[in-house]
């Protein structure tokens, strides 16, 4: 195949019709390349592809293209993100012309949560532009060859284009219409929030496919392993948008102590194997959040190794 | 009626910018600021108390009727030599009624609240913004609802992942407005409306600060 729109290596993976498995790892508070290298080297061999986080949860960090680009020089795939609450378009359009430049294949296009949620809540946002936008903008960029005021990009960076869903927030209904807005905007991958409530995610995908969006785009189920009882129930309860069924918070109860962990990665396991099957579902993007170290075992077990080299 | 929607400064500010300034106008106003009890009379009464216990002299006062408008001037021109006696005037109406006093008094003058935002009272005490005025109205195509303005993102394109049972994620107070959007153009069967992509905005559609002039 020639005409890949990157040429990325997860554009590739997926293209090859591999099922996916990226990673996540978030730049540190601070400049310790070391320890961003070390968390980094566990993902090695066992993801197509790394999110590196921009500010997330409206906190600062290392820039997500700097530490896009140490993954890079450790041999690791980087998926930049990039959110609209910290950069206007002219901001946006020149890091991503910058991103590009330096090496940056995939990038990953988000609103970005609010500051009122970091730790500089006095900060004024921007969100010049949405993530719709923001997808609707480098697709331009790349296949138009042209800025958002249509002057000619020299160059244009080619970037595999991705987004994010959340098929549980309300309404339920348009969800799956915003999916379909955010591909006809021009996402070539998704990936979505973490999954707990499998039935949820299954009637969003049967709706999914009836539209025919899973063959114009790649969509990967987004898991995150429980590592406790206290995590589930704070993502239950204090993490909007998140769905948590009472079912997994007894089932990781019952697990006693010292084995939630272990439970938490069995469901986590449970759930690739049915994404595996689903129609639709083209990977996984695991969020093993400061769980890094824990990637290589659960990859392992998931039978996702090795990754294919395409 | 949309109205100008302020609080009172924090005391230790209102110190600050009086430090020095010893004798003392109030000025409020019989609009904005007394629908909010920021700046009607028994606000002013009690700033005064407030002042003379910590040992300034209060020149006068005075509650204009509309602090922001053209017959201030006038009203202030009566009081002209209570507040030649002040050092200051302390200003308990919404910013524009501030400048309005800077303008036709001439007197240095402190601001005793923060101007919040452009709003309309919603229920008794309630106070809600209800536009940004931001010069690109898309009320036509969200079913009459602002998202520019009552979406803490100002997303145009349909409701972040963060909705918290029709709340916002940002605060539970506060409807999450693309559900609201949702459930009128889906009343109205327009919700084709909410699957267009909006594309990104003209933020300057008049340069900041806005003046324009109409032929008259």
């Not at chain 1, 449970?270 to 993007?285: L, N, R």
């Not at chain 2, 010893?22 to 700033?47: D, H, K, N, S, Y």
């Not at chain 2, 036509?140 to 994620?169: D, M, Q, R, S």
Request: proline content about 4%; charged content about 25%; overall charge negative.
């Amino acid at each position: 195949m020639s005409e890949y729109k990157s040429g990325s290596n997860l554009e590739k993976v997926l293209r090859a019709g591999h099922f996916a498995f990226t990673g996540e790892c978030g730049p540190p508070q601070g400049a310790n390349v070391e320890h961003l290298r070390e968390k980094a080297g566990h993902l090695k061999g066992c993801v197509d592809a790394v999110n590196v986080t921009d500010n997330q949860t409206a906190v600062v960090r290392m820039s997500s293209w700097a530490a896009s680009l140490i993954l890079l020089e450790e041999g690791l795939e980087p998926n930049f993100q990039m959110v609209c609450r910290d950069r206007n378009r002219l901001a946006i359009q020149s890091d991503i012309l910058g991103a590009y430049s330096l090496g940056i294949r995939n990038m990953l296009c988000l609103s970005g949560d609010h500051q009122s949620f970091g730790n500089h809540p006095e900060a004024k946002n921007v969100f010049d532009i949405d993530s719709m936008q923001l997808i609707y903008t480098v697709k331009k960029m790349r296949d138009e060859g042209k800025f958002l005021n249509e002057q000619e990009v020299d160059v244009p960076p080619r970037l595999f284009v991705g987004a994010a869903s959340n098929p549980f927030a309300e309404p339920f209904d348009f969800r799956v219409y915003r999916l379909a807005k955010k591909i006809a905007a021009g996402a070539d991958f998704i990936q979505t929030q973490c999954i707990y409530n499998m039935d949820k995610f299954r009637e969003f995908m049967r709706r999914a496919v009836d539209m025919g969006l899973h063959e114009k785009c790649h969509i990967l189920a987004g898991v995150t392993p429980m590592k406790s009882v206290g995590m589930a129930l704070y993502m239950a309860k204090q993490v909007p948008g998140m769905d948590v069924p009472d079912s997994l918070i007894k089932r990781l109860r019952g697990a006693g102590k010292g084995k939630v962990a272990e439970e938490g990665i069995k469901f986590a396991l449970e759930q690739i194997e049915t994404f595996k099957e689903m129609e639709g579902v083209a990977g996984v993007h695991l969020m093993a959040i400061e769980w890094e170290h824990k990637v290589p075992e659960i990859a392992e077990r998931a039978g996702v190794l090795p990754r294919p080299s395409v | 009626m949309i109205r100008s929607i302020t609080q009172q400064k924090p005391e230790a500010e209102l110190d600050r910018l009086l430090e020095g300034l010893r004798r003392v106008f109030v000025i409020g106003c019989g609009t904005c600021t007394t629908l909010t009890q920021t700046g009607g009379a028994p606000e002013v009464a009690a700033m005064k108390e407030r002042l003379s216990q910590e040992g300034k002299l209060i020149t006068g006062d005075l509650v204009l009727a509309v602090a922001c408008d053209n017959l201030t001037g006038e009203t202030l021109a009566e009081y002209g030599d209570q507040m030649d006696q002040a050092d200051v005037l302390l200003i308990m109406t919404c910013a524009f009624g501030v400048q309005n006093i800077a303008l036709h008094s001439g007197k240095l003058v402190v601001p005793a609240l923060d101007t919040l935002f452009i709003g309309k009272e919603t229920a008794l005490g309630e106070f809600n913004e209800v536009c940004t005025q931001c010069g690109d109205c898309i009320l036509g195509e969200t079913g009459g609802i602002c998202p520019v303005t009552a979406c803490h993102k100002g997303l145009v394109n349909g409701p972040c992942g963060g909705t918290n049972n029709g709340k916002c994620e940002i605060d539970p107070d506060k409807d999450c407005v693309w559900t609201l959007i949702y459930n009128r153009l889906r009343d109205l069967g327009r919700l084709d409306a909410m699957r267009k992509l909006q594309r990104p905005r003209n933020h300057q559609a008049v340069l900041n600060p806005g003046k324009i002039r109409i032929s008259v």
